[in-house]
């Protein structure tokens, strides 16, 4: 009922950009272009947690990426899911090799593979999912997918991870906090599970997708999870483990991969 709210309220009431208030528009065109404006670039945050993989982001979590990010999250703003799915879309193809921004996915065709690419969202704690109305990672998850089938790189969302234990709110940890706080939350669901014991589900194959990347815990603990599961070689890497596309990362990550 609620989301049929939000969905009502986006067309009845004074709409204004969510990235800096710019009126009668959602996003306008500057705030799109933080998010689609330029090429999806490689993050790192320092220090780096163990067994983080490769990750791609679109923008710096800051002023207006971080605004409508927040708004998209926290406010139900669903109509933003459409930028920030596109944005998503062109960190994954950064991830695996497809040039492009993604504003503009021209660039090389889709990679020579038979299966498609596996959006893993990374799973928020249902009593957050309950309360905000949405699974705000999955919806943009999904609207990242549709993108990267639009270009023709075959993509779909599989939602494999679930949280096994309950943990803190991570607001105000620090990065050794929030590695402990989330060592061994995460697991492979039931439906990962049978994938694995088929032979279905390819590492190489799987972009663990998340909205932000802050210290790399949460990432980090979602590979250890995919990893876990899939049994033998757990090391991630570019070309033979699981990669990690976010939306927006911490600014000092950015600055940190300049040199």
Not at 24 to 43: F, H, I, K, S, W
Not at 134 to 155: S, Y
Request: aromatic fraction near 2%.
């Amino acid at each position: 009922m609620r989301n049929v709210w939000q969905e009502l309220s986006g067309l009845l009431l004074p709409v204004a950009c969510a990235g800096c208030g710019r009126p009668r528009t959602e996003l306008c065109a500057a705030c799109r272009a933080v998010l689609l404006g330029r090429p999806a670039r490689r993050v790192r945050p320092s220090p780096t947690p163990p067994g983080l993989p490769a990750v791609y982001a679109a923008a710096p979590y800051e002023n207006a990426a971080r605004a409508v990010l927040l708004a998209h999250k926290e406010r139900g703003a669903l109509g933003l899911a459409g930028a920030l799915g596109r944005a998503l879309a062109g960190c994954v193809r950064a991830g695996t090799g497809r040039l492009g921004t993604a504003a503009d996915p021209a660039g090389a065709g889709p990679p020579r593979a038979a299966a498609p690419l596996l959006l893993v969202p990374v799973p928020s704690a249902r009593s957050a999912t309950a309360a905000r109305g949405h699974d705000p990672v999955r919806r943009i998850a999904v609207t990242a997918a549709r993108e990267l089938q639009r270009a023709g790189l075959p993509a779909r969302v599989l939602p494999l991870l679930r949280q096994r234990r309950a943990v803190a709110d991570q607001a105000g940890l620090g990065a050794r906090q929030r590695r402990a706080n989330l060592a061994g939350a995460l697991e492979l669901t039931a439906a990962g599970e049978r994938l694995l014991r088929r032979g279905l589900l390819r590492h190489d194959r799987v972009i663990l997708v998340d909205d932000l990347l802050t210290t790399g815990s949460t990432l980090a603990e979602a590979a250890r999870a995919v990893g876990e599961g899939r049994g033998g070689d757990r090391e991630p890497s570019v070309h033979g483990g699981c990669r990690a596309a976010v939306v927006a990362a911490s600014p000092s990550a950015f600055e940190i991969n300049r040199n």
